[in-house]
């Protein structure tokens, strides 16, 4: 297991340089001035320059993709351009927040998930099915944002049973967590709709192979056939979507961020982008990368423990 | 029980499955029984319902799409058709038995060997982990799974062919059934691999003392393992008979027609001996005999009435479905 990871590390990392090139070119080939957005129209001609000069622009393309890669690699991803604070200090103040949101609602989605889609699946037809497929359609087709609308005038301003903005403080387990619930359970939605499905067509494929028929043959239990020799095989597929989605959730956590008003990596990439803060974008398009290359890791070892074949490869 | 007793006596077997919306009879009126030892084949083209008729016995025909319609299966005195999908549990893996085709699609791949082969042990016999594995692990070695208690945490992808299908044999034969039911065992396997499961079969059948009903399409390796050869067509028995008599004197023209087609080295022909049409559709099976069409010796009767299966007179074990060669006594009457 340990060289299986080690080996997928090994894999990760052209991915990961790639991912940085991309963001380096992408900063620097977008239209306008970083000088003359942080300066003004007004700024007169030597102060443009002296900002080129401090922050590196004025050299030619490579030395600023060497600066960039050895800043990147010495662990320091610049300083905010708005506040001057090193932008790794603003990303920890807020990722738990982000990181909170997300294990949250995959949770949900993977907890509620999976056993509706096995029952679903069990009694194909039934009316537990068409009831778990019509919860799986709305999850869908509603984006997250209205549903975050809709969640917050229902449960927080008619029912008052939460909070209408969620930034509560670090210290008090209760209360984060009453501010947690409605946003995890917004982004759950849309992962419980996709793990449902999956896990219930995935079953349902399993479930007709030949091993099944031979678990039957040896006389192993109705139950035991569901949970021990079905269930593993039909979550390989549904560790695919979950890795898959867990980049759309980290989108939609942008979304859901502003709409609960919560703090966290979302809204300091649209805070970013409203003030042109180029330096900031930089580093959160980098953390990005990290995070979805995590991701992906934590994907592949998933399989590796499910799968004994992938193992061996 | 009586020493004389069958341990599988099934009764007008019908098996119907559902197409477009109606019933239709994949297996009918099939009756036949086991004597402890005893191998039975059960031989027919693809289609003929000799699968149907072996997963009948194990009540594992898909449900929803199939049901037994009618007939009885006694394993061992003991009607299986009325019991509950709980009380059949007990039964399968542990008095019945069956062995698939496909050893590549039978294991599950994400578990190890040793755990499927100990599997029913602990459900049949309430053997504790360390138990279980001890006695499955004599199994494996019973079955010729060379360096057992090495590979026994290995998984499926990890052996052969062959090798996969004798887990499946040390599967079946875990909790010493009385009958096993192999479904076309050698049919996926290298010729060499065949021969050499078909003789692991028999030796396991001599060990353990169990009945067997070996389903396959090819007489040629009917001819070394079975007591008694039984042909099906189109979901009816056409022909059943002792291994002998079925060779030297093939009475009903289908099967005298399927030995025509095995291949022989020892004779000088350029040309395979293929049956002329096709087996009628499930859901289209015409008013008499179900081979009419494909008989060459045909007769106007023959498209009328489906004839019974009879006994010849001279060998009151040998029975035939036909107008033409058959005998004068129904067996179905005498039952």
Redesign the interface.
Known sequence: MIGFILKRLLVALPTLLAVLTIVFLFVRVAPGDPAMVILGDSASQEALEALRQQLGLNKPLWAQYVDFMLMVLSGDLGKSMLTSRPILQEVAEVLPYTVELTVASLTIGVVVGVPLGIVSAKQRNGWFDYFARVISLVGLSFPAFVSAVLMLLIFAIELRWFPVISSAALDDPEARLRALALPAFNLGLIMLAYVTRVTRSSMLGVMSEDYIRTARAKGVPGRMVVWRHALRNALIPVVTVVGLYLGVLIGNSVLTEIVFNRPGLGKLIVGALNQRDYTMLQGLMVIYAFIIVLCNLLTDMTYGLIDPRVKRQ | MSEQAPVLDVQGLTTEFRVHGEWHAAVRGVSFQLARGETLAIVGESGCGKSITALSV?R?VPQGAGRIASGRVLLEGRDLVPLS??EM??????RV??I?Q?PM???????TVGFQVA??LH??RGLGRAEARRTALALFDQVKIPSAARRFDD?P??FSGGMRQRV?IA?AL?CNPAVLLADEPTTALDVTIQAQVLALLAEVREAYGMAMVFITHNLGVVASIADRVMVMYAGEVVETAPIDAVFARPTHPYTEALLRSIPRVDRNTTELQAIGGQVPAISNMPAGCRFADRCALVEPRCRVQSPPLTMLPDDPRHHVRCWVRGGETSVEALQ
């Open positions: 194990m594992l999908e709980p549990e007990k039964v399968r893996g542990n038995s069956m698939f496909e699609t039978s294991l599950n791949p994400v578990l599997e029913s459900y049949h998984y992808h990890q499946m599967m875990a």
